[in-house]
């Protein structure tokens, strides 16, 4: 198990060189371990920052305080006030590895333990400053790629989740508690709840969980991001697209058949989604072996797309190629983009109005409504203005698991006849996915609940 007895010290800024560097000691000691490695005469007082010097190990007998490493500013943060609930010190130094390395050393040395990747967060969770949620939002916060990653993180952070599960808990745990009731003093006759209700009640409660899973997917898009690939024949205009989308000239634009022969991967912020496009090697039959490699890689990422921009050439008729394909990707997720409507439609060109985006690589004519399409396609929206509150794979998992229990005990109780106890045990499973996602465990409580709702005993 994790121990949190001891004191914990990490550089909590990224690798590096910089203007500063934090050095972060937490645990019931980190203050005496500051006053070991620190040069203050008087002790450091909480929330006010100090400027003093760090001092290194003792290198012998006549520098018996070791050499100074750094002005720094240190500060300190007294339980339970603090980001871990602990004990907090930080040093500010200058922001050299060196520097900082010899005071996480000399911190070592005076008592603290080198923390594992996440701790100082898990102390935080442990300690009941953050929950389960709002600890794993702090991780997606710092790998955020786009503000508006930052946002859902920091949303999540502020406990809009957990606000959110906890709503919808409190109307499950009601109703646990009325069943309980019926079971506990059924010889009584006591009936706190009749099944007809309670299976309107676990409907009830597994549409608010609905609710929160339909931001899931979008949710999910934003957190990790969708892989986009432009698929399509030769000369169809794939790189020229590609370039539009990525606002560079990243990839090369010929009029020669057969220009790309590799992946060509771009990431970009693609209105608030962190998209990886890949531009491929043109589809056709090649006896050149470098050009049947880059097929053969395209043919690859296309399957593990998120989604496929198929592109066709209006300005020339349909080919074989084009119809193969359509074909073999015509149960992927996918836009057909039909390029090129500068230039008037080809006879031989057929294809419908309504499947598909026209738009022109290289006058820019209809790649707005592409843009919204591909956005529509991965998040189901056009826009991402109204963040989801829920964007991880566990919290997903979790609520689909509830959700399932909770229509379970519906039907349970629906038929009327079902025991108490078979509704109950769903909706108990159904709990103890909510309690999980947030990291919480509440058994007892809930006979406390029953007497201050019903007043039994009165
Ligand atoms: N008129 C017109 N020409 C375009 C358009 N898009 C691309 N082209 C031209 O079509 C030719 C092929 O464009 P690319 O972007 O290289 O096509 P590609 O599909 O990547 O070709 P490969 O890499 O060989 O498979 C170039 O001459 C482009 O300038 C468009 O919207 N209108
Ligand atoms: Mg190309």
């Known amino acids: ?180 009731a019926s079971l506990d003093f059924s010889d009584e006759g006591y009936h706190f709840v009749e099944p007809a209700e309670a299976a309107r009640a676990a409907a009830c409660v597994a549409g608010r969980v609905s609710e929160l899973l339909c931001d899931g997917r979008r949710g999910r898009m934003i957190r990790e991001g969708a892989t986009v690939v432009v698929a399509g024949r030769t000369n169809v205009g794939k790189s020229s697209l590609f370039n539009v989308l990525a606002g560079n000239e990243r990839a090369i634009v010929t009029d020669v058949a057969g220009t790309t022969r590799d992946l060509v991967t771009e990431r970009i912020d693609f209105d608030g989604l962190a998209l990886t496009i890949v531009d491929t090697a043109g589809w056709r039959e090649t006896r050149d072996v470098v050009e049947r490699e880059g097929v053969e890689r395209a043919v690859r990422a296309q399957e593990v797309a998120d989604l496929l921009l198929l592109v066709l050439d209006r300005s020339e008729p349909l080919t074989r190629d084009d119809e193969r394909l359509l074909a073999s990707t015509n149960d992927r997720a996918r836009i057909v983009v039909v390029n090129k409507s500068d230039c008037a439609a080809a006879t031989g060109f057929s294809w419908p109005n309504d499947d598909g985006v026209l738009v022109s690589a290289r006058t820019g004519a209809g790649i707005a409504a592409l843009r919204q399409a591909i956005q529509r396609a991965l998040t189901g929206s056009e826009a991402l203005r109204d963040t989801a509150a829920i964007s991880n794979t566990r919290h997903i998992a979790l609520l689909e698991e509830a959700r399932t229990r909770l229509t379970s005990a519906q039907r349970a109780a629906e038929t009327g006849h079902t025991p108490e106890e078979f509704v109950l045990a769903d909706l108990q499973a159904a709990r103890e996915c909510f309690d999980e996602v947030v990291g919480a465990r509440t058994p007892d409580d809930l006979l406390e609940h029953i007497f201050s709702t019903f007043c039994i005993g009165k």
Not at 56 to 68: E, H, K, N
Not at 81 to 106: D, F, K, M, N, W
Not at 163 to 179: G, K, M, P, T, V
């Open 1 to 180: 198990m994790f121990s949190t007895d001891d004191s914990i010290v990490a550089i909590a800024t990224p690798p590096g060189r910089g203007g500063i560097g934090v050095v972060r000691v937490s645990g019931s000691s980190a203050l005496e371990i500051a006053r070991r490695l620190l040069e203050c005469r008087t002790p450091l007082e909480p929330r006010r920052a100090t400027y003093t010097r760090a001092r290194g190990l003792a290198s012998s007998a006549t520098a018996p305080c070791g050499d100074v490493l750094d002005e720094v500013v240190a500060t300190y943060f007294p339980a339970p006030h603090s980001y871990t609930g602990e004990h907090v010190v930080e040093i500010s130094a200058h922001g050299s590895p060196v520097v900082l390395e010899a005071i996480v050393q000399r911190a070592i040395t005076a008592g603290a333990r080198l923390a594992r990747p996440g701790e100082f967060t898990l102390r935080a969770f442990l300690n009941g400053k953050r929950d389960l949620v709002q600890a794993e939002a702090v991780g997606d916060l710092i790998a955020a790629a786009t503000p508006l990653q930052a946002r859902v993180a920091f949303d999540q952070l502020e406990g809009t989740l957990t606000a959110r599960i906890a709503a919808i808990d409190a109307q499950l745990f009601d109703l646990i508690a009325r069943l309980e």
